[in-house]
């Protein structure tokens, strides 16, 4: 982690603006790893109490000015944003090293770990050396199981759903006044069902954004997929290498992939 930006963010449940005990053993582990809480004013604001529970820590050295709260109307809780260095989009290398961790992969880990005697490891007397012997057996199955493979980076779905007026400074201004203790009951219900309509006109703006993506594309199950793989936050695999494990051997020629599955299928309808 030399000289790398590390970046930890999210609803932490620990109120900063308030003096705890975990808040004060929280905050002498961020300072033994020379890390700060970037956020500095309330990330949630009720009508009887503001805290702050939603942080952006960094290392201290990259520190540069505390991060910006922001509403943005869609929760309860407001937004946080923080400026960093990076390197120009345009630099950026577009191929990358990475594992891949399939099916045939894993159980190809699982058959190395089975043929292991561990002999080594009974052999030694020492605690420390057994375990040094264990996790090199582990990690010489483990690399060869999932070696590291060049991937270029995949383009992501860009979201053109999002306009001007998706953020609108109606809905951030209710939330403000929403927060005030002499709210009446009619004001408050207001509130709650111009938020119900609000979401509902996000939900329908990416419902049509995709649609019309699935409308305009030459290849319209993949691009369902990608839209599928998008909304849950899975990400798709990019190896177009064939690879068939047979009787325990990795058959990785195209050719002989395909013998071997004709063979296998044409036996299944003859039996």
């Not at 869609?74 to 990076?86: E, F, I, K, M």
């Not at 690879?243 to 071997?260: D, F, H, Q, R, Y």
Request: proline letters at 2%.
């Amino acid at each position: 982690m030399k000289d790398k930006i590390l970046v930890l963010c999210g609803d932490w449940n620990i109120d900063f603006l308030h003096e705890n005990g975990s808040l004060k053993d929280l905050t002498d582990l961020l300072l033994r790893y020379n890390l700060v809480n970037t956020v500095q004013s309330s990330t949630r604001i009720m009508k009887s109490i503001s805290t702050l529970i939603d942080v952006i820590i960094i290392n201290k050295k990259y520190y540069m000015e505390p991060a910006t709260v922001i509403e943005l109307g869609l929760s309860h809780h407001q937004a946080q944003a923080l400026p960093v260095l990076c390197k120009n989009h345009a630099s950026v290398n577009r191929i990358i090293l990475k594992r891949n961790f399939g099916d045939n992969t894993i159980r190809e880990f699982e058959y190395l770990l089975e043929k292991e005697t561990w002999q080594e490891v009974f052999s030694e007397t020492e605690v420390n050396a057994k375990f040094k012997v264990f996790m090199n057996s582990v990690l010489h199955s483990f690399d060869i199981a999932f070696p590291l493979e060049l991937r270029h980076r995949k383009k992501p779905l860009m979201n053109g759903w999002i306009t001007q007026g998706m953020f609108s400074k109606k809905m951030r201004f209710l939330n403000m006044i929403k927060t005030q203790p002499n709210l009446t009951e009619d004001a408050t219900i207001y509130v709650a069902k111009y938020k119900i309509i609000y979401k509902t006109v996000i939900r329908e703006a990416r419902r049509r954004d995709n649609d019309k993506d699935i409308q305009d594309a030459n290849h319209k199950s993949k691009t369902v997929w990608q839209i599928i793989n998008k909304e849950t936050g899975r990400t798709s695999s990019n190896k177009q290498d064939i690879k068939l494990i047979w009787n325990s051997e990795a058959i990785t020629n195209p050719e002989n992939v395909g013998e071997l599955l004709n063979s296998y299928f044409m036996k299944i309808s003859e039996d």
